[in-house]
């Protein structure tokens, strides 16, 4: 049997605490908007901010002609057929001259057409725009790319750059998507990996492969999934779209000639960074032998610590240690190195053998943080703040020195980012920090001069009693407002109106945060019987997928599935919520750390969505599920990244055939049908992850595009489905929600975009909100 117990849900009335204030060890006060702010008012109304899009034609060769798709924009839907949303019929022209009138799609084969042929589609009845393209003669697009000169690292290490996230917005306002690509060295770390890394490089393309600029984050951002989440979107609402990211001294930026990045300009200290002696000189990644000087004077402050001072912690680090005490406090240096000595070559050890921090290097644990949005087009900074909240210390306080593992710099480093709509309206940047132990969501607004901090919401520090021998996992913070926030987000956030109220909520996880930055709940369950905690409450805690989305058509609301990895600690390996108040619909113990889940409709003879997860020998069954927790089988399909690539509206997966050294051919498979696609020449991103740069309805009809490498990083080739389509939907870019997620897939575990509603192979058009735009 499944394990069903019903949910704990915490609902918290009103707004938070006022103040901003996020300094002090203890983390920060969770913060609402400033009263008249757009957040503070009930109800707001009007159209959802969303690009002014062009037609989006695409026109691909095929075996039996050419086949061309468009886009249905978001202001020209009205109203539903049997098949599809109302909306204008078009005209189909091939060399100027009309060859169809399509009325009930917006896909068109044209068995005469060659790749010499160029197109046109325009509205019968005019209005709106008119689409033109040529041929892809190969069945794909490639975008050439200019990639970044290797390197060396301090420690003497070379190393290279391939293409990896990419994320698309409308820089230059003219209707059409550009490409903004992040630059992955060949030494990026995940965060708990020791070692140097190149600096990244955040590059924005042309469709046709012109380089716009540039954008260096220098030596103090690490490379790795969990370090640079990069935001692309129109937050000013001026009609062209901004890059937001996490920046520090030795970010610049620099506008491309002749297709090569220009003269680079840094970004600006604030006044107060300068002061204090900051400049873009200054290198914070830290040697093995400065880290070894970072942990002595730590150690020489101990006795000073407020967490020391206040009798949390133990007095002295010989306590903390369980040794016998051997020095006087306040530690002298050479004092100070013993016990640093003692706590490298002997206690870490003994926790751990994978503990040597006599190699720990390559880390950046101190210096100033910014967050910075640049032009879009030009990448030219305009504007940057510091980032909130501050890492505070090394991970020390987060729990990166409690575990038998000792990882400084873990926790306290995972970031996470994402858009919202939290006024109903325009869109906010999201950035998160941390999620195992603390965790800090910050909403921002952009008005074209300035970065506002709209909310804060942070968890503060979990308690612990000896940051050196703590279980800090599934506790909650210090601020009351937000204590539930800690230990349960995941590697994504999720941003959808889960109330039903016109504005986006912050799905994080086992918590969901309301648009005003205030908890609107956070889920708990009993433990298993089979569990190590039987018997007690226990939030559902951190997992590595999440998916919102409307996936059971026959309940109202959305819903979320998740997985988690709390094992014989946490109430659920996987389970079903609803989204509006985080109910456990369905849910199974599986008693091990459930790594992997999607959803997806890839049985269109059962209702809405199936679910899966990765395999375990534990009490409840794994594998596939219907929508609504029947257990279907076994077989797991493949949880990497999935693609709405049918013109049946059913889900299709990506996955990759492994081509050696963790490199992998991606795959679009179809559950019934096998492979349907492979993208030979090109690779998947983030070794087993093996997603591509970007899935998401760039061009053509309503239809998901599939953005990958090519296997040198030479070039983006995007990949459209050429199979017709009677199905006529306004382009998925035209839905808030859906769009949000297309801006966030690029952050840490990328995980899919999904609509707002019900889109399926029983999709219900009366149920289709109108588009946005």
């Known amino acids: ?121 325009r509205p019968v009845r005019g209005g709106g725009p008119v689409g033109e393209a040529e041929v892809w003669a190969e069945g794909h697009h490639d975008i050439p790319l200019s990639k970044p000169a290797g390197g060396t690292t301090p420690a003497g290490e070379e190393y290279g750059y391939t293409a990896n996230d990419v994320s698309v917005g409308d820089v230059t306002g003219d209707g059409s998507y550009e490409y903004v690509v992040k630059w992955d060295p060949t030494n990026s770390k995940d965060v708990s990996q020791v070692g140097y890394t190149g600096p990244v490089y955040v590059d924005t393309y042309t469709a046709e492969g012109e380089l716009l600029n540039r954008i260096d984050l220098g030596p103090n951002i690490r490379a790795g999934a969990h370090y640079t989440q990069f935001l692309v979107q129109d937050f000013d609402d001026d009609g062209t779209s901004e890059i937001m990211l996490k920046t520090a001294p030795g970010t610049s930026s620099a506008a491309a000639e ?129 980032y909130q909240p501050a890492r505070g210390d090394d991970g020390l306080m987060w729990g990166d020195y409690a575990m038998s593992r000792i990882e400084p710099g873990n926790r306290v480093d995972r970031f996470l980012s994402g858009v919202a709509h939290l006024d109903g309206q325009g869109p906010s940047a999201i950035f998160a920090r941390g999620y195992y132990t603390r965790a800090a969501v910050a909403a921002y607004d952009f008005d074209g001069e300035q970065i506002s901090t709209r909310w804060l919401a942070d968890s503060g520090h979990v308690e612990m009693d000896n940051p050196f021998d703590a279980s800090p996992h599934g506790k909650p913070g210090r601020n009351a407002a937000h204590a539930e926030l800690a230990g349960q987000g995941f590697h994504t956030l999720s941003t959808a109106d889960v109330d039903d109220d016109g504005r986006h909520e912050i799905v ?66 996987y389970v079903m919520r609803a989204a509006e108040d985080g109910e456990v619909l369905w849910g199974g113990y599986t008693g091990v750390d459930t790594g992997r889940g999607m959803v997806g409709d890839i049985d269109p003879d059962r209702p809405g969505f199936e679910a899966w997860t990765s395999g375990s020998d534990g009490p409840d069954p794994t594998g596939l599920f219907s929508v609504d927790g029947e257990h279907l089988g076994d077989a797991t399909p493949s949880t990497n990244m999935s693609i709405r690539w049918s013109p049946d509206m059913t889900t299709q997966l990506i996955t990759g055939v492994d081509t050696g050294d963790r490199r992998q051919t991606p795959e679009i498979v179809d559950w019934t049908d096998g492979t349907v696609f492979s993208a030979e020449g090109t690779l998947t991103n983030n070794g087993t992850k093996g997603n591509p740069s970007l899935v998401a309805d760039v061009l053509g009809d309503w239809r998901e595009e599939m953005i990958v490498r090519t296997e040198d990083s030479s070039a983006l080739r995007l990949y459209t489905s050429t ?35 019900h889109l399926g192979s029983d999709i219900d058009w009366k149920q289709v909100p109108p588009g946005s735009e």
Request: include cysteine; aromatic fraction near 8%.
């Open 1 to 121: 049997m499944q394990h069903r117990r019903p949910a704990r849900t915490t609902l918290f009335a009103g707004v938070c605490a006022a103040s901003l204030a996020v300094a002090g060890l203890g983390g920060g006060a969770a913060a609402a908007a400033p009263p008249g702010s757009a957040a503070s008012t009930a109800g707001a109304g009007g159209d959802v901010q969303l690009e002014e899009l062009d037609r989006g034609l695409v026109a691909v060769a095929v075996e039996d002609g050419v086949h061309l798709s468009w886009r249905l924009l978001g202001e020209e839907s009205a109203g539903s057929t049997g098949h599809g949303v109302k909306g204008p019929a078009f005209h189909v022209l091939r060399d100027g001259e009309k060859i169809a009138t399509v009325t009930d799609s917006t896909d068109y084969r044209d068995a005469a057409g060659d790749a010499a042929s160029t197109y046109t589609v």
């Open 258 to 386: 002749d297709g090569e990045p220009g003269e680079s300009a840094p970004i600006s200290l604030p006044a107060d960074d300068v002061a204090a002696g900051v400049t873009h000189d200054d290198d914070h990644r830290l040697s093995a032998e400065e880290y070894y000087d970072h942990l002595v004077e730590m150690f020489q402050a101990w006795d000073e610590h407020p967490e020391v001072v206040d009798g949390t912690w133990p007095a002295t680090l010989e306590e903390a240690f369980g040794i016998e005490q051997r020095h006087e406090y306040p530690l002298t240096r050479s004092a100070a190195e013993d016990l640093a000595d003692y706590f490298v070559d002997e206690y870490a050890p003994s926790r751990s053998e994978r503990n040597d921090l006599r190699s720990f290097e390559g880390f950046v644990l101190d210096g100033p943080e910014y967050l910075t949005v640049f032009d879009g087009a030009t990448g030219a900074e305009l504007d940057t703040v510091d």
């Open 508 to 573: 994080y996880g086992g918590v969901t945060l309301d648009d005003d930055g205030s908890l609107l709940y956070s889920t708990a369950a009993e433990g298993h019987p089979e569990s190590e905690i039987a018997g007690e409450t226990a939030p559902l805690g951190h997992g590595d997928a999440q998916h919102v989305g409307d996936f059971d058509p026959n309940r109202d609301g959305l819903e979320i599935f998740t997985v988690h990895e709390g094992s014989e600690w946490a109430p659920y390996g």
């Open 723 to 757: 199979e017709d389509s009677d199905r006529r939907l306004y382009t998925l870019m035209h839905d808030p929600q859906y769009r949000a997620g297309v801006a966030r897939q690029q952050t840490s575990y990328n995980q899919p975009a999904y609509t707002s509603f």
